[in-house]
């Protein structure tokens, strides 16, 4: 199939049960998605490891091909190892992510859903690394068709190569979930935000709950069109875009996140503040080459996290309303 129209299948419905659906049929879509996921990340290195002959011969071949591959200090930098941690970074920013802990039924389940949370973060990323691991193995023995642009296809190839046609299909299908999934929260989070943050604020304070239904869901039309021009021109790796998105969400709301929830000093402004200097940051950095080793979110972070300490002690200090608020917040998650 043609990109494009790959693309436009996948934005279809994508937008049709996010449209109708709202966020009770994301968070669905959403588990049942991640639960392909968790089956593809196990499934596939797994069988590749079989298909080599066990996890000593595997772990052989790649000690061969280059020992360093197999130590987490070797064959890098120590500013290389500090980019690579502040990949952790990201996860306080993304307000995708953040909204499930919102939508939380009761503080009492706060626990359980942390250890489902990172549970699944754990495993997810221990599968994707060993599916990169295992595929530098197989193919060492194999012939690599792939070369060293194509490597990000290394999960497609390993899937339609070791199994049936119909387990691959199934495979690939986790791909997809993982882009929907994404696409999905993203676009709520952002219809959310473009209705109560800016319409109901700024624009209509006394509109009713259906005329914000329905300027959520125009909401979500206009970002998936924005979207879908920006995807028809693949001028980079999945992997560099998603970096770098990761690194502005991070920057931008990483300090913020955090600051409110363990500094009660902290002012609208100095948020404001923070969310403009860490996305400025993550921007210029990424556009010098000579700082090209350092991942841009350090640099976005550091300066977000300033930027909202300095103007909220330059403002004027939150309320004693807002400050017990936030103490019995405090209080119920403690």
């Known amino acids: 199939m043609d990109y494009r129209w790959g693309i436009w299948l996948t934005a279809s419905v994508v937008i049709l049960y996010t449209l109708f659906g709202g966020f009770l049929a994301v968070s669905w879509t959403d588990f049942v998605q991640g639960t392909i996921m968790f089956i593809a990340l196990i499934l596939v290195p797994t069988v590749t490891i079989v298909n080599i002959g066990g996890v000593s011969e595997t772990f052989g071949e790649i000690r061969s091909i280059d020992p360093n591959l197999l130590h987490v200090f070797q064959g890098t930098s120590v500013i290389g190892i500090i980019s690579l941690l502040a990949w952790g970074l990201g996860y306080f920013g993304q307000p995708h992510i953040i909204v499930r802990f919102m939508a939380i039924s009761s503080v009492k389940e706060m626990k359980t859903a942390r250890r489902i949370g990172m549970s699944w973060m754990i495993f997810s990323t221990v599968g994707a690394m060993f599916t990169g691991l295992v595929g530098i193995a197989y193919f060492s023995l194999n012939g690599n068709p792939l070369g060293e642009k194509n490597a990000e296809t290394v999960f497609i190839v390993l899937s339609k190569e070791l199994f049936p046609a119909l387990i691959t299909g199934f495979l690939l299908a986790a791909i997809l979930a993982a ?3 994404t696409v999905a929260s993203q676009l709520l989070v952002s219809a959310s935000a473009l209705t109560d943050d800016f319409y109901k604020q700024f624009i209509r304070p006394n509109a009713s709950e259906k005329e914000l239904v329905l300027v959520g869901r125009l909401g979500v039309l206009a970002i998936a069109i924005i979207a879908l021009v920006l995807a028809f021109n693949p001028s980079d790796t999945i992997l560099n875009l998603v970096g770098y998105a990761w690194a502005g969400f991070g920057a931008a709301f990483g300090p913020v996140i955090l600051l409110s929830l363990y500094w009660k000093r ?17 921007i210029v950095w990424d556009q010098i080459d000579r700082f090209a080793e350092v991942y841009e979110i350090i640099p976005g972070f550091i300066v977000g996290m300033i930027a909202v300490v300095i103007f909220s002690l330059l403002s004027v200090e939150p309320s004693k ?5 936030f103490d019995q917040a405090v209080d119920k998650l403690t």
């Open 179 to 181: 882009v929907m999934s």
């Open 266 to 282: 902290m002012t609208k402004w100095g948020a404001l503040a923070g969310m403009i200097a860490g996305t400025i940051t993550v």
């Open 321 to 325: 309303e807002m400050k017990e608020e």
